[in-house]
């Protein structure tokens, strides 16, 4: 089952017992000032508005980073968590996985998520071919590919296990996990986000379910 949710994380997590997920995947905020970032992201994104397409909101989604007690709550109620950006946080995790991206422009080559799971795993898929599936329905300007997460599952996760997405985004990560076949809750505290997410998840699994008919 998979369950997206428009709430914020916090609210959600408060709300669950000790060890309620086996495995959390998130990409939380990296706390840099993004304004620039978000400006340029705004000509190329597009995110849903009741059904139509409008360009990315130009918010400071990423000027502030997520406190301890985020990340106290996501250790409490999560077995094992892997965060994205960990370079930028003071998370004591043992574990390293690198998504290597590929040289393209003035781009960064690879993004770093750390993992309380002691493994160093590469993750090689080139910046080009992640996102061959996602140019035409990218609604985040951090949307990572569906391959990515596929991946971690494959990795890190069993299908009987329930997953935590603490920051949803483009949705990428509910998608994997409904073909990976494991319980999966995802939290985003934008509507408009949420909305868009919601829409290219059903979109996404519908059009699959259509197929194998």
Known sequence: MVELLNIDCMEYMATQPDNAFDLAIVDPPYGIDADVQQNKNAESGRISNGGKWKKYKVTKWDSTPPS????NELKRVSK?????GGNYYREHLSGVIIWNKGKNGTMKEGELAKSSIET???????RTDAYINCKSDKIHPTQKPVRLYQWLLKNYANPNQIILDTHLGSGSSAIAAHYFGCDFVGCEIDPDYYQAAKHRFDNETRQMSL???
Do not use: G
């Open 211 to 213: 197929l194998s008919v």
């Open 68 to 71: 301890e007690e985020y990340f």
């Open 80 to 84: 094992d968590q892997i965060i994205w």
């Open 120 to 126: 160093f795993k590469i993750f090689d898929l080139a």
